[in-house]
């Protein structure tokens, strides 16, 4: 989806359109961007900027508070347009997704026409505009969907993929960050063709295991398959910052909007898991990732919330964050979970599975969390 948060703004206050729309908290509370419209963009605005800095370089700006249950809602409604095409749907995140269209073509016609279709349904149900890469994978159908943004159709013909991917930059490469592009841009490597041109071993005696990542992704190669949430073997919602973050508030109020993303699909799909994993990913490229197991599995909001807190006050190092992101792996079906014998756990269930309803029927800004790390307070 395109500038999702501040799209709907503009759909929900047609007013709106036309001028610089910010999505986040306020200037005077040491709040971020969680969203800028293309028009704030020409200003320099972004997502994760300090919300005063965004200010500066937009004073006109109009600044909304963020409604992520709203946007939860129609992330839900998108997606029940996703299943129409397809029963193959990963979600990445809120306004993100892979579709696997093989086998479709029979009834909706070749992937292309299908992604047109898909365009044509969310404009017309939600007012939004989405951006769509049709491609061989799922590493050259990301980066056709962000090249022609916003309304975007790109289309990666099978038997162009290399023409496709060598005049762009090399910061398209999955795992190129700052660090490993200045040491390419050093020897003169700016594009992914030229990367292409290096050696498999040149690039992991440079690199290491991110060397041999590159050379594929580089030829066009990425084996990964579309997991449905039915199938997987562990659910994750991440996000990169614009800007590193170091404000332990903010990341928080990130880590829970990741958490609730990640504890509703293990609802919606009645899945449970026994351990949740933290990632991070500092300024320097430097990436860790921490685990915690429970007694028994659970999909309950408030326990992977309180177990992703915990493991990001372990990694309290005072050093700037440029990713964070919360997932659960070892997975099983809700029948196959032992029932708590404590009652507070069994309520904590039950009124996750009220809110869960409540949000279904009324959509989900009927009934916000709030970002207390005690939620059950």
């Given amino acids: 989806?395109?500038?999702?948060?501040?799209?709907?703004?503009?759909?929900?206050?047609p007013a709106l359109r036309g001028q610089p729309v910010v999505v986040g908290g306020s200037a005077d509370r040491r709040g971020v961007v969680s969203a800028a419209n293309y028009e704030a963009r020409k200003y320099g605005v972004h997502s994760a900027m300090p919300m005063a800095t965004a200010l500066r370089h937009c004073p006109s700006a109009v600044v909304l508070p963020t409604r992520m249950s709203h946007?939860?809602?129609?992330?839900?409604?998108?997606?029940?347009?996703?299943?129409?095409?397809?029963?193959?749907?990963?979600?990445?995140?809120?306004?993100?997704?892979?579709?696997?269209?093989?086998?479709?073509?029979?009834?909706?016609?070749?992937?292309?026409?299908?992604?047109?279709?898909?365009?044509?349904?969310?404009?017309?149900?939600?007012?939004?505009?989405?951006?769509?890469?049709?491609?061989?994978?799922?590493?050259?159908?990301?980066?056709?969907?962000?090249?022609?943004?916003?309304?975007?159709?790109?289309i990666v013909d099978p038997d162009r993929v290399v023409e496709f991917l060598d005049p762009l930059p090399i910061s398209r490469l999955w795992g190129i960050g700052k660090?490993?592009?200045?040491?390419?841009?050093?020897?003169?490597?700016?594009?992914?063709?030229?990367?292409?041109?290096?050696?498999?071993?040149?690039l992991t005696q440079k690199f290491g295991e991110v060397g041999s990542r590159l050379w594929n992704l580089s030829h066009g190669i990425d084996n990964r398959s579309v997991v449905p949430d039915r199938e997987a073997k562990s659910i994750s919602h991440e996000t990169t910052f614009a800007v590193d973050l170091a404000d332990r508030d903010v990341l928080q109020s990130w880590l829970l909007e990741l958490v609730e993303q990640v504890a509703e699909r293990l609802r919606r799909n009645d899945l449970r898991a026994r351990t949740v994993n933290l990632k991070l990913r500092y300024s320097d490229f430097e990436t860790i990732t921490r685990s915690k197991s429970f007694a028994d599995t659970s999909n309950s909001t408030t326990q992977i919330w309180e177990a992703a807190t915990e493991l990001l006050d372990r990694c309290a190092e005072n050093r700037p964050i440029r990713l964070i992101g919360i997932g659960v792996s070892n997975i099983t079906r809700c029948g196959t979970a032992q029932q708590s014998l404590f009652a507070e756990e069994r309520q904590e269930s039950k009124l996750d599975s009220v809110a869960d309803s409540i949000r279904a029927r009324f959509g989900r800004s009927a009934l916000r969390r709030g970002t207390s790390p005690k939620l059950r307070d």
């Fill in 1 to 13: 989806m395109d500038a999702y948060y501040a799209s709907v703004e503009e759909r929900d206050n």
């Fill in 71 to 154: 946007y939860a809602a129609i992330s839900r409604q998108i997606r029940e347009v996703f299943h129409r095409f397809t029963p193959t749907v990963e979600p990445l995140s809120l306004d993100e997704a892979f579709l696997d269209v093989e086998g479709c073509e029979g009834l909706f016609g070749p992937p292309p026409d299908i992604a047109v279709a898909v365009k044509r349904t969310i404009l017309d149900e939600t007012g939004l505009v989405a951006s769509v890469g049709v491609a061989p994978n799922k590493f050259l159908a990301k980066v056709a969907s962000d090249l022609d943004k916003p309304d975007g159709l790109v």
């Fill in 179 to 202: 660090v490993s592009a200045k040491a390419l841009r050093k020897v003169g490597i700016n594009t992914v063709g030229q990367v292409r041109q290096l050696s498999e071993q040149t």
